[in-house]
């Protein structure tokens, strides 16, 4: 668990009256919810609660039927809220806002190296006439990037990512290299093995008790509950829980009835 | 007034063979997502083939239509045969797979001069006569290719949507694998489309040429709205094609004789097309995104 | 100089190879790094051509030659690059089906605005009065002479795709080729970024334009003919459109070809210069684009090697 009174300055994101329908159906209603009240919380459900596409709808690549979503950078009380439903996608990493994406996303043509310094490269060193400035990119990000290389065994990072949990890896160390203020990410240890899911953990922890909030949609229930400050429970849409995983967990009959037995 | 009746009956007699052109790669397009840059030499042959008919064999222009059309249809199945089910066979990207076309459309429209030869070509028609409607002169012959026109637009219309084997081919066109698993034999309906669209684009090539002048860059000409035709009509159907070809003529007339400058018209309305594309991918811009 | 031993059909024919180069290096940044198919490239190099020629034929200016010369052809270049801009804006978002449409309509919207404007470009029969910043003596060390500046021009288009390659810059063009969506999630204007693409490369298309408008001194819209485009992306194709070297490989290979060996060394009859050649040349082209396409997709060269590039740059 992390501190929770590392809170103060952490952002904040407010959804309000966020609906969402695919073809009349409903997906996504949700009258009011807060995100990055304490350092992690975790968001579970059933398939097909709506987790992902709630995820999708702060990043804006789903559109909202109607309702905002907002982001305080510096908690509710401070001010200056930024209205995320309005941006385009590649705005959101601009203000620290950053997903990690459920389905494998990779450059096919770029290798690890590159696809790292891509995301740490700041935008002024990408214009066309910065012809020169890899040398200066690569000076800024390597040690970062070698360190992430190492932590996670990635042995020959000038060859492109094969496997699937490789590219899932890439996805997430892509997402950290941004220096989100708020981590969104959805099933982040979704086919990774073991040992590296246990370091994605780690990573999680270390970027969250650095003021990062984070919220995480994961299947695996185990690394909600030891990773989590706060539960959110999610059905047909609805957030219809929230809690410490304790909480949570001791409303078992509501917990069984959605996911099943032996989940809690 | 007289603007509007000139542009009517202007719009519909010269550009009726656009709407018989965006038919067929309508159809193509649908079937197999595919910008088929070569569909603009269907076109061209379409006029070459009619007119080597009229001129060897004297035949009257009408009766030339027929085996035009059959030989442009066969030849769009040839391109199929040669280089479009390869390529898909080898599961070439769509961006290649337009690239493929507009190398195969630069490659038939050099070729066919060989075959044709190099200078300007014309059929063998009687000059016609003119007659008044709506107060413009119009010469019969244009006329009768207007009703030519709409009635292999209607059948072909008729055909796709009320027919059985029409039906098939809007399921092959929907979703392969549903249209295989419901019984149809994909390659069978795969290549009456294709034939189809050969003889639509084949036609209105016959009705350019007969209209003007024969030349290996007719169908090329024609490209460009023939394209943005079917992409503004969109996902609307064979019904839309027609509407939007339509207007695209009628528009065409009037931005004419407005600007006495048939050049002017063009530009004018690429850059409109292109602006409402434009438009209408901001409002569907949520598919591709993360 | 003595350069009676000089055919001026082999400067010609050196020009065309040096110019379709510099259109297929920048071509290459459009189709082989971003994904772009530009298929109105002779869109932007008409529109440098014309622009330069009307500024510098057309207007009085208070100053001569040089100054003019360069004035115009910077101009010339400016406004390709702008043209260029307007045509990111309305395709940068759309699909292949849409940049189709878009440079497509582009080209013909310049083709027969340089037919039309018959005040500015003569029309359809033409327009002189271009001449060379210089005179070295005789007609034919002046083209030589262009040819070498010309060859200046492309080698420094050369020098910049190849560095391109190795900057954060040419990662991102990759990277929004093979997964905009991606790249856009990673705080990638993507869509700007397509745009000063288009800015760039198309003002580089117009300056070759301009630099083949000196060469032929005489501008006519037939000079804006698919073949241009046509030629820029069988070379690209053929050498390895994700290569830096691909395009000239490509050229070499087809533009050298036919306008070196074909026109000044084989024996091909007399008759055949002014249509079967032209025309047996087009066709080969057309041909060249399916076949290499079909069975060797990434040309000569072969698929771009980032991870050979990256061990250059960074070792292990």
Sequence with gaps: ?264 | MQLIGDSLVIGLTEHAPLVLAAIGFALLYRLTGLMNVAYSETVTLGAYFGMWVNTTFDLNFYAVLLPAGIMAGLVSVGTYFAVFRPAKRRNVGTLELVIISFGLSIFMRYGLQFVFGYPVRFYDVPPPDTLRVLGTGVSTFRLLALVSVAVVSLALYWFIQKSRLGLQIRALASDEGLAQASGIRPLFVTVLIWFIAGVAGGLAGAFYGVGSSVVPFLGWRQFLFILLVVLVAGKRGLGGVIVVGTATGIALAALTLQTHQAYYAQVILIAGFVLFLKWRSKRTAEAGKV | ?316
């Design chain 3, 1 to 316: 100089m003595n350069l009676d031993w000089l055919d001026a059909f082999l400067i010609y024919g050196f020009f065309t190879i040096v110019v379709v180069s510099g259109l297929g290096l920048l071509l290459h940044l459009q189709l082989g790094l971003a994904r772009i198919a530009n298929f109105g490239v002779v869109g932007f190099f008409g529109i440098g051509m014309y622009s330069f020629g009307v500024l510098y034929v057309k207007v009085d200016w208070p100053f001569g030659d040089p100054w003019q010369f360069l004035v115009c052809i910077a101009a010339g270049t400016l406004a390709a690059g702008l043209s260029g801009v307007v045509v990111g804006w309305l395709v940068g978002d759309l699909n292949e089906d849409g940049v189709l449409v878009g440079t497509l309509g582009f080209a013909t919207a310049v083709f027969i605005l340089a037919t039309t404007e018959k005040e500015l470009t003569g029309g359809a029969q033409g327009m002189g009065g271009l001449q060379f910043p210089y005179d070295v003596g005789g007609v034919k060390a002046n083209e030589l002479l262009w040819l070498v500046i010309t060859a200046a021009v492309v080698g420094g288009i050369v020098f910049y795709v190849w560095r391109v390659h190795r900057s954060p810059y040419g990662r991102l063009l990759v990277a929004v080729g093979s997964n905009e969506p991606l790249a856009r999630s990673l705080g990638k204007p993507t869509f700007r970024t397509k745009l000063w693409l288009f800015a760039v490369t198309s003002a580089g298309m117009g300056l070759l334009g301009a630099m083949y408008g000196v060469m032929e001194r005489f501008l006519r819209p037939t000079n804006l003919g698919v073949d241009i485009t046509l030629a820029a992306m069988v070379a690209l194709v053929l050498g390895g459109s994700a290569r830096v070297w691909g395009a000239v490989v490509g050229v070499v290979l087809t533009v050298g070809f036919f306008d070196i060996i074909v026109q000044n060394y084989l024996p091909v009859p007399v008759e055949w210069y002014s249509q079967a050649l032209p025309v047996m040349r087009e066709a080969l082209f057309g041909a060249a684009l399916i076949l290499v396409l079909m069975f060797r997709p990434f040309g000569i060269l072969g698929d771009m090697r980032r991870d050979k590039l990256m061990r250059s740059l960074h070792g292990d």
């Design chain 1, 1 to 264: 668990m992390t501190d929770p009174t590392a809170t103060l300055t952490r952002p904040v994101i407010v959804v309000q009256n966020a609906v969402k329908s695919f073809s009349g159906r409903v997906v996504v209603d949700i009258a009011e919810l807060t995100l990055g009240d304490v350092p992690i919380e975790g968001l579970i459900g059933p398939n097909g609660a709506g987790k992902t596409t709630l995820m999708r709808m702060v990043m804006h690549s789903t559109g909202l039927d109607r309702g905002t979503i907002t982001l305080w950078p510096h908690g509710a009380v401070a001010g200056g809220g930024v209205v995320l439903s309005n941006l385009p996608s590649h705005r959101m990493a601009g203000h620290g806002v950053v997903k990690s994406n459920q389905v494998i996303m990779d450059f096919d043509k770029l290798t690890i190296w590159d696809s790292l310094l891509l995301a740490a490269a700041a935008s002024k060193s990408e214009r066309p006439h910065r012809i020169f400035d890899e040398p200066r990119v690569f000076a800024e990000a390597s040690d970062e990037v070698a360190r992430y290389l190492d932590e996670f065994g990635i042995r020959e990072p000038s060859t492109y990512a094969k496997s699937a949990g490789e590219k899932k890896l890439l996805d997430i160390l892509r997402c950290l290299l941004l220096k989100p203020k708020f981590l969104l990410l959805d099933e982040p240890t979704a086919g990774l093995p073991e040992e590296l899911t246990a370091k994605v953990i780690d990573e999680v922890r270390t970027v969250a008790s650095q003021g990062t909030a984070v919220v995480i949609v994961e299947h695996n229930l185990d690394v909600i509950w030891n990773l989590c400050d706060e539960v959110h429970f999610m059905a047909e849409g609805k957030v219809i829980m929230k809690g410490t995983p304790a909480e949570i967990r001791a409303h078992r009959t509501v917990v069984e009835k959605y996911l099943g037995e032996g989940h809690v």
